[in-house]
């Protein structure tokens, strides 16, 4: 594909829709071939989408000096991110430019699964924006809802057991970031976000009016998604590539913004339970060869890696990385 499909996913909701099977197939051809596709028909009102910006902005407007005080720490991996914090691993050491906040699957400090887990626990919640829980936490249920509908029609779609893949979603490690990209001036070097491929499982993205996204094709060119208003931005990260045995595919991505507008970004990333263990569900295809990963195991060590001075292990997965072609 040298384009992105636009697929209305209505008649995932009616299993005698004439249009369902067409639309699965379109879903599988999409995330086998470029791992990226728009998606209308989510039920999602644009109104919502529009006050996650807005709120995101809020956010993004707080005093610098309040916004360091809810940074992410080694312990605690939500909050605050600060501008020019992460730094790609391709050698070049050129700080993506974006600043953001950093989400994770809400649960209090009671629930039992933190004995289990230290990854779970309560959001910290900017107190300057008041409303900013109420109104993401509603619109990441949504999502939750798209996200289980996209891995329903990929079951029928690849010829899986019912709900081999929803089951890993119960009280998962999903995650958001709020992402605030400045204009980049036209000579400046450097990305928003370098190109990289997704770790989770999929991503749910609204794209910013401005737009910048930009998603490399298999002849190595870059194009830019043509996203209805409304829509949403969808793709494959490499636990369902791993699952799928190397069909579905991980496709690299970047975003600059040389638009001269301030851009606001709120990806959703769909991350399995902690106990889960990816791995193929069926026949790896010749060629794709993956180790097993363990979600939790892996969710910390991305976390703990992102800090500048902490390096990969032996047992780090490589979900994510580039290799030289």
């Known amino acids: 594909m040298q384009s992105i499909p636009t697929i209305d996913l209505s008649p995932l909701r009616d299993p005698e829709h004439a249009d369902h099977a067409s639309t699965i197939a379109a879903i599988l051809d999409a995330c086998t071939d470029i791992g990226f596709l728009s998606i209308t028909g989510t039920g999602i009102a644009p109104q919502t989408v529009d006050q996650v910006r807005q709120t995101c902005r809020e956010i993004f ?73 109420k109104v993401i936490l509603r619109y990441w249920q949504e999502l939750d809802g798209v996200a289980d509908l996209l891995l329903a029609a990929l079951e029928r779609g690849l010829g899986l057991t019912p709900d081999s893949l929803r089951q890993a979603f119960r009280k998962p490690l999903t995650n958001m970031s709020l992402l605030h990209y400045p204009p980049q001036a036209p000579d400046e070097p450097g990305f928003g976000i370098h190109p990289h491929k997704d770790t989770d499982a999929l991503t749910i993205i609204a794209p910013d009016p401005v737009g910048g996204l930009e998603v490399q094709t298999r002849d190595g060119n870059w194009i830019t998604p043509n996203c209805p208003p409304g829509g949403f931005v969808v793709n494959i990260g490499d636990m369902l590539e791993l699952w799928s045995g190397g069909r579905l595919v991980s496709t690299p991505h970047r975003v600059v913004n040389k638009s001269g507008k301030e851009r606001y970004s709120f990806p959703y990333f769909a991350v399995p339970r902690h106990d889960v263990v990816v791995q193929p569900l069926l026949p790896a295809l010749p060629g794709f060869e993956r180790p097993s990963v363990h979600c939790g195991h892996w969710s910390a060590e991305i976390w703990r890696t992102n800090w500048p001075d902490e390096e990969a292990r032996d047992e780090t997965p490589e979900l994510g990385t580039l290799h030289p072609s």
């Open 61 to 133: 407007s707080i005093e610098e000096s309040s916004k360091w005080q809810q940074a992410i720490t080694r312990d605690n991996y939500r909050g605050y991110i600060p501008m020019g914090f992460f730094t790609p691993n391709d050698g070049s050491g050129t700080a993506d430019k974006y600043e953001g906040y950093k989400l994770h699957h809400e649960v209090t400090s009671e629930d039992p699964i933190r004995q289990d887990c230290a990854l779970y626990g309560p959001n910290l919640w900017p107190v300057e924006v008041p409303q900013a829980g």
